[in-house]
Each structure stands twice: as C-alpha cells, then as structure tokens.
C-alpha cells in the first residue's frame, strides 16, 4: 500500500538559516491558520529559552496541507550540541529539505545532519533560503551544495536533487532567484514529486517506532513515532520491545491516540501506516523502542546515537548561602530531575559520582548542558557545577581527544590575533578563503581548545566575528594547552560588598559586583589581569572620625561591574572552582572556601 496523500519530512539546516521562519511560511499556506488570525514569528519555537535566544532546541512536529495531501514536517535544531534531536527524528521521516543560506553557503553542521541524512539514503529537496539578501551569491551557493553532497558520497538520485530558491521571511519560492512566485506552491509540488511517499501493508501486525517522548503530568510520558507497518487503535494490547535488548519486552495498552495536525495533536481512534502519531499509556516506554503486536514481535533498529564529548559534575550546593533561594535543593531532587531529562533527550548520559550528592553529566557541549542547567534554574533547582572536562578514549594504549571543526568568519584587520590564538590553541589550518571584506577560515582543533575561546574571540574580532563548531572525530591527544591567563578576585570575608571596600578592589582588576551585594569567605567577585589569585576586602569599610563624616563615599566613582551570562560564567571557571546556580543568580567561588585551606592546599602542590 502507498500512501500518496501523505508526505513526511524533516526540515535541516545550519543555525540562523531560516528553518523556523519557513515553517512559519508553510503552516500559514498550508490553511492551519484563519485569515485574520494573529500568529507570532517562530510560532515552533515554543519554549521560554527558545524564544529568548531566537534558537530551535527540541524537534517539533507540525503539518500542513497542499492539494490534498498531508505533509508532516519536523522542524530539528541548528546548533551541533543539539544534534542527537536530528539524528533520531531523521528515523521518522523519508525525505528531507535541506536548506542552505545564500549568503553564508554550507556551514559545519549542514555538513553534519546531511550526512546523516545521506547514510539513511533520505531523498533531497534542497533550499536556498535568504535569496532576497543584498549580499547574496545563491549560485555559488548551489555549487558548494553539490560540492558537499560529492564529498559526502552522496548516490547518483542524491546529486540530482531538485534545487528551489526561497525567501522564507516573505514566504516566496521559484526556479531563480531572480524570479520568484508569491507563494511556497513550488516547494510544497517540489516535495510532493520528490519525497517518497510512505509505503507499507496495513493489514500486517502493528510496528512502531519511538522516536521522541514527551511528557504531561497528567498523563505521563507521551510516545510519538511513524507506524512502520500495520494499524494502530484506541485500547489496542501492545508489546514493548527493544531491539538493542537494554530491556526485556513487557505488556502496554495504547489508551489514547492523537494524529498532528498543524499545531495542535488532534484525538483519532485509528491510524495506518506511514501516520506519525503520539501516543500514552504505556509507562516506562523510551526513545528507541519498538511497539509491536502480541503475536509478532519484530523490534526495529534505531539509529546510534554519537556518543558525547564532554562533562560537567553536578552536586548539591554548600556554599554559605545554600537553600535561601532554591525549591529544590536536596540530592534526591537533583538526582530525580537530571535522570527524568534523559527520557527526553537521548545525547546526554547520567551517572552517579564520586559521592551521594554529585553526579556526572554527559553532553555534546557547552551550549548542550548550559541548556539544562538554565531549565533547571528556572525551575526552582539549587545546586552547583564544576568546569567542562573533555571525554578522551583510549585506543591501542593511546589517549585520543575529540576534535572540532570549525570555521570562522571574522574582518580581515582581525586575522592576525585570532591565528595567533588558535595556534596557542593546538588549531590546524584547513582552509581558507576571503568572502568580500571577510576571511572564511576552517581549522580543526581539540574540543578543549573552545573551552574559554568564544568570549575571547568575540573581544578579538570587536564583537564583528562568527564562530561556528561540530564535533569532527577522535584524534590522538595533542598535549597541554594552556588554558586560563587570569586569575581571581576572592572575597576575604563574608558580609555585603561596600562602596568603599570596592573602590579599593578594583585597582586590582575587573569587578564581578557593585554594592550591596552579600558576599561570602571564597567567592570570585573580580577577575585579576595579573594571573594570580587575590584576596579583596570588598566588604571594607571607611573608619568614621570626628573629622571624616562616611557620607563621603558617596564621592568614590566605581567602574560598572561586568556581568556574566550563564555561558560565560562557565567558560570563565577555573578548574579549582564551582558555579553556584539558583533561581536568582550565578556566584562563581572557590571549591575551598577558606583563604587559608587555600594557601595550604596550593603549598602542598
């Protein structure tokens, strides 16, 4: 049976290439809106964080119709840390639209999920968004394209996929950038002619497998997946199975059915064949597992997962100031949350520590876990983290180290300090090519070597740069890289920071705090240019006489204090100290606390 009033496809891209918005596009021609309705830009995007930082993080579901047929879209993250969402949902679809920008042509992580769309032998419909932009070049932008899909060997139907011209924002596709329609109508038929429709026997026992999981605190984890094989129905006795055998198979009943349409996950009774469907009922289900018939248990292979590369230690909070802001401060706490997140996302790993209450979490970067610890934080949890350690491998005896690749996009004036850096930075050169008044550079360098790099980039290249990294390979261990060149401000005493106290402070370097800020005995307030570690009395204040009134320092000017963002806070982290995270601020401290434990710990080194 072929279901040729159904299309099913995943939307991949780079970051900031425009998925969202076309989708946006797409949902609004494809009838899911009223004429007159009001709908907000990246109408996918529906997460706090995701609209904050204009950014996809989790794949969303939607459909739209065109001439009949029903076209299921996925619409998967840009950002390389979140590329386990892709991977997975690539599972669930037969084609996918591959949208390039027609300025910046194929990225690192275009290459990335292409990759694994070419492994799965996906069809092609590839995109060139952003063609009304005055810089762009969209056909140099179509050569790079097929220059990608040879270097990746793609198949011969692969390279001879169709190639459309968009504007996403204005909701406009055509057969040259010069020329387009008023409408996405080329891109939907585009779609239609060349993805394959889904195929399979629906009298045959059911298949299905789970490719993401949701979760409602009413109902509990909702599955969602493409049925591979068979039918499905309300209060219908399924098994659950695993074809990687983490668990034996067990007894489920589907006790609700819901089919995607637009945005919104409509109830049904039944669904055939080539349908993505959500579904709940069944309790401990998980991403990978196959939902079978009684009678004919067929457990379906799911697509490895790349393994994370770094790691970052959470553990209860213990500093002075634990339990004043948080909800949930206690290890159980800290233990049921970050083990609930891996039902949802299936790149990151948890497992215990080296104590009751620290456990290790696994990613694929910085950006992956500073992810987590801001839902977290929001949430009401209260805790702490260590800095980012790489994962390395050993091979044969040797130490192996994940290695980057990135590329660079920074003014020509530039170039100089940021070769300089990524030679400290064990980098090596692959490539390089001027792009108007632009470099575009390409280097592979060791994934610890961006540890603290892209705040400094960003200072190098005035704030005009663009830095872009996906994880490449395993490669053998490059030696030391030197990591920090600052050193600390640290608090000599507890109590609340003073206009005088700082003023005084911050002839030794960059302050973190302004007044009135409580302090503690070892946490960071400033940054010391010098490399070193200083003790600063910020809490100082000006002794009162009969000839000195403390008014007076209202008269003392204090520089703005710099104030850290997440990333930027773990970035900054030396290896001897810890980020304390709750619900109303980041305070970087020391891992010992006490100035003199400090001095006798470093004189024992």
Known sequence: MVRNDLRNIAIIAHVDHGKTTLVDEMLKQGGVFRENQVVEDRV???GDLEKERGITILAKNTSAYYNGVKINIIDTPGHADFGGEVER??????????LVDAFEGPMPQTRFVLQKALELGHKIVVVINKVDKPEARSYEVVDEVLELLLDLDASEEQLDSPIVFCSGRQGKAGVSPEKLDNNLGLLMEKIIENIPAPEGDDTAPTQILCSSIDYNEYVGRIAIGRIERGSVKVNQDVMVCDYHNSHAPYKGKIVSLYEIEGLKRVPCETAKVGDIVCFSGIENITIGDTICAPAALEPLPFVKISEPTVEMTFSVNDSPFAGREG?????????????????????????????ADSFIVSGRGEMHLSILIENMRREGYEFQVSTPRVLYHEVDGKKYEPMERILL??????????????????????????????????FKIPARGLFGYKSEFMTDTRGEGILN??????????????????????????GTSITYGLYNAQERGVLFIGPGVPVYEGMVVGMSPKGDDIAVNVCKKKHVSNMRASGSDDALRLVPPRIFSLEEAIEFMADDELLEVTPKAFRLRKRILSNSGRMKANSKK
């Open 89 to 98: 949902v690539l599972k669930m679809v037969n084609g996918v639209v591959l």
């Open 469 to 494: 990294s996906v994880f490449d390979s395993y490669e053998p261990y490059k030696g030391d890289i030197p990591t920090r060149h600052v050193g600390s401000l640290i608090a000599f005493e507890a």
């Open 44 to 46: 996918m995007d529906n």
């Open 409 to 442: 996009d920074v003014p020509e004036e530039y170039m100089g300090s940021v070769m300089e850096k990524m030679g400290s930075r064990k980098g090596e050169l692959l490539h390089m090519a001027p792009q108007g008044s632009r470099m575009r550079i390409e």
């Open 327 to 355: 909800k949930f401060v206690t290890s159980r706490h800290l233990r049921d949350r970050l083990y609930k997140e891996l039902l949802k996302d299936v790149s990151l790993k948890v497992k215990d520590g080296d104590s």
